[in-house]
DNA sequence: CGAGTCAACTAAAACGATCTAGTACGGTGA
DNA sequence: TCACCGTACTAGATCGTTTTAGTTGACTCG
């Protein structure tokens, strides 16, 4: 019925005629055996199917095979925002083909969220971190620049003194789809935010905002990227005597909340109104009309930022910050021209 | 700069003037020490923050502290469903409020996911296992069943000889979908449904079929979930001669992709054509005609199997299956009784 | 008063790997 | 022949916790 007890080094070592040191010296490619044990070795272990104890190799303070990542988001919006889904789906996908494993816990506060790391490191638990969301003067950058915990960072720019990071030209990418919208002719856009505190909304707004010498008048709402809040801010848009021609979207749900509104307003899009999104996902190429968004592969995205992170790993030295993979620009229907 | 070294058990014996195997007893409350002692040793504990090791912990084969959740689907389309992504949420919720992580690790087949639980079981990595998308004759089920690793199964209906689950009951749920759209007056209803293999795409073909004594004529499309089938299948039951009045989709995406094709075909829902979906998700209801869903409570599910599994790693006995939230139907705009 | 019981502890093994210090042995040069 | 060196190993400590098998000492009971 159940398993036979597994296999350890001490078997291998036993069966193989060596002590259980030579055989984790040839189980992890170092020196002290000779090649031909070595190979013996590594035979026997392939066939009782060896399988190293991640619980002792923690333990003893070498790899966990585990990465962490600690989100600091309200758990029951977590599955909503495809931004976070897609990161994930591509984290393990990348950690999945090295064998890795990934370990995720939701946290409520930065506190929290600077104690797990401090906890994981203590305790051996993971071999390295993924950090979203960061921002100015961040407390958990310099935490982690001081804990030896290698850690990615994934952002807007590139870091200096915090861990490394994966970033997105942010600003490039507000300039590809506010300028996009420039010269199809808009001159009054309103930008729909998330909170200021977050890198990229800051990046943005100040994009549009420079966008004043090509006499385009930009306005932001902040939000909390929550669709309600979407819907109440494009209300306020489109009920004015001089409305926008464009509203921008920080995320894929808000946008669509946005378009819900012009429709029901009689507000005909894109017509009347060009509506835009710096978030794509499947249902905004799905919906009537489909929405023009700024692309980011988020999937990919992850998948480097976990192969970042497991070079970091193995290199131990930092490694220079990298750049993320290109957004484009996704024209769809709900952009055009306004009409005069 | 670096952290001092981390505080033991060993180093709170040595404190509290004890041996590190009566600090062991205090500090999980098994009897063998005095109260008085408890006390002041939990004291000295909490004084100098000690965190147990989880390594150790489950190299010497108790709790890991971790939940394990090995997911059989394509990377790529993890972020895209809300069913999934509600759960973990859900999942995570509910797991942090008792300091539990999950450990998260995609898989590519089921022969893939059975090595993972293997695995996890030999190496004591996880202290037990969620399971999703059960099939007939799973062999998942009869492993997790002789392993002595405790699992959560979040199925269809209760299992038998099975690890227990947590189910929703789809037979009724399919019923109140359905029945509702045949109480409003539609005699062709046709179901856009996932993979066969699946239970619950079974049992709501099965109820669908059953409402042919009412006169109704069900047809299931059998698609692989993915928005492209969907906006097929769709296209070929509107360009029948004799169409459906409604289309019933497996899920929201799906359901998204069927609302643009009738718009694009000039077919008015729901005065011509009534949609719904069996999974809810927050876009359903922003798009426009917001679209009528079973709701199921996705994140509470996740939340009571969370629950109900950590139940089962203290009771270590198998627990009878638990009903998990009841489906509501959310009537929105996408449905009404078919025009003459 | 002695045997027995019980509570409150201690000592030490165990878990499975890694890693350091040491040893055995063959070969080399003087 | 001896000192010396390098290679290929071994022995044993180590990580932090749990757990089993004792060992005390106080108390009870006949």
Not at 41 to 47: G, R, V
Not at 246 to 275: H, K, T, W
Request: proline residues 6%; negative net charge; contains cysteine.
């Amino acid at each position: 019925m159940s398993q036979a007890k597994r296999t350890t080094i001490a078997d291998i070592a036993r069966l193989a005629g060596v002590s259980p040191g030579a055989v984790s010296f040839a189980l992890n490619g170092r020196p002290g055996v000779s090649e031909l044990t070595r190979r013996r070795i590594l035979e026997i272990a392939e066939e009782h199917q060896w399988q190293p104890s991640s619980a002792a190799r923690a333990l003893v303070g070498s790899r966990a095979g585990v990465v962490g990542f600690a989100v600091n988001r309200p758990a029951r919006t977590l599955g909503t925002e495809a931004f976070f889904t897609d990161l994930i789906a591509g984290v393990q996908s990348a950690l999945a083909a090295h064998g890795m494993a990934l370990q995720l816990v939701v946290v409520s506060s930065i506190e929290e969220e600077m104690a797990t790391y401090r906890r994981w490191r203590s305790s051996n638990q993971v071999d390295g971190v993924i950090v979203i969301d960061p921002r100015d003067d961040d407390p958990r950058l310099s935490l982690l620049g001081s804990l030896p915990l290698p850690a990615v960072v994934i952002g807007s720019r590139a870091s200096v003194g915090d861990p490394p990071s994966i970033w997105l030209d942010d600003e490039a990418a507000a300039h590809a789809l506010f300028d996009y919208l420039a010269a199809l002719g808009h001159r009054e856009i309103a930008y729909v935010s998330g909170p200021a505190e977050f890198q990229h909304t800051r990046i943005r707004t100040d994009v549009l905002a420079s966008l004043a010498r090509r006499d385009v008048t930009g306005e932001t709402l902040v939000t909390d990227f929550s669709p309600a809040a979407a819907t109440s801010a494009t209300r306020t848009l489109l009920s004015r005597a001089a409305r926008p021609t464009a509203i921008v979207y920080d995320n894929d749900v808000m946008a669509i909340a946005g378009l819900r509104v012009a429709q029901e307003m009689g507000v005909s899009v894109p017509a009347a109104l060009s509506v835009a999104s710096f978030d794509d996902s499947v249902v905004t190429g799905l919906v009537h009309p489909s929405i023009t968004c700024l692309t980011r592969d988020t999937f990919s995205l992850g998948e480097q930022a976990a192969v970042f992170l497991l070079e970091m790993i193995d290199a131990a030295d930092p490694l220079p910050a990298r750049r993320g993979p290109a957004p484009t620009l996704t024209i769809r229907e709900s952009t055009s021209s306004p009409r005069r």
